[in-house]
Every structure is written in C-alpha cells, then in structure tokens.
Nanobody, 128 residues
C-alpha cells in the first residue's frame, strides 16, 4: 500500500520560496499520477498542481502558474513542489496525493475524490 509523507513546509516572508517534498513508500511512485492540494483554514481543499506518472503531463491551477513548479524523481520515489514568489494567500496545509488511474492534463479539474492515497500534510505560512 502506498504511503506518502510531505516535508519542507515552514514560515516564509512574502516573496520567498520553499521546496516541498513528497516521499513515497510501500509501492513504486512511478506508477502513480501525483498531485499537490492545499487547504487554508475555513476553506475547501483545492488542487494546486499534478504530474502524470512519466512526468509527461503537468497541470497547474491558475492561482499558482508561473510561481510553482512540480517535478518528480521516480528513481527516488519522490515528487517535489517548488514554491516561488510566495504570497500570504498561499498559506495553507499542503498535501500530496496519488492515484494509479488518474490522468491529468491541461484540462484537468481537480477533485480530491480522484485520489486514493494521501499524505498527512505540511504547513506553509507566508507572513511578514
């Protein structure tokens, strides 16, 4: 059974950067599409970015395009999310999620119910 663990969150000033990591165990992450979601207090969980198993297709939510970059290293069973030019509105718990059947491309509409495996989340706080 696939298990996911996120890391790399923290407190950063507006305009700063963070790199989140999602480490997988129990199965090869190379068989899974992986997505990053985030959830701010009092708000619904929203999709941020996703990447297909091969890395050939990537999707970003409009709110993070040109600021966030998703990548993966299947040999290391890792997926990353580089967060640049952070804004206070980016403050949230960030989760990675994976599913072996999902295909995400430029037209994908994020739905948490599409993903069967989830990590516990890592807090990102953007504040001066």
């Amino acid at each position: 059974q696939l298990q996911l663990v996120e890391s790399g969150g923290g407190l950063v000033q507006p305009g700063g950067s963070l790199r989140l990591s999602c480490a997988a165990s129990g199965s090869s992450l190379g068989y899974y599409t992986v997505a990053w979601f985030r959830q701010a207090p009092g708000k619904e969980r929203e999709g941020v970015s996703c990447i297909t198993a091969s890395g050939g297709n990537i999707n970003y939510a409009d709110s993070v395009k040109a600021r966030f970059t998703i990548s993966r290293d299947n040999a290391k069973n890792m997926v990353y999310l580089q967060l640049n030019t952070l804004k206070p509105d980016d403050t949230a718990v960030y989760y990675c999620a994976a599913d072996p059947m999902l295909f995400c491309d430029g037209s994908y509409h994020y739905s948490p119910s599409d993903f069967g495996s989830w990590g516990q989340g890592t807090q990102v706080t953007v504040s001066s």
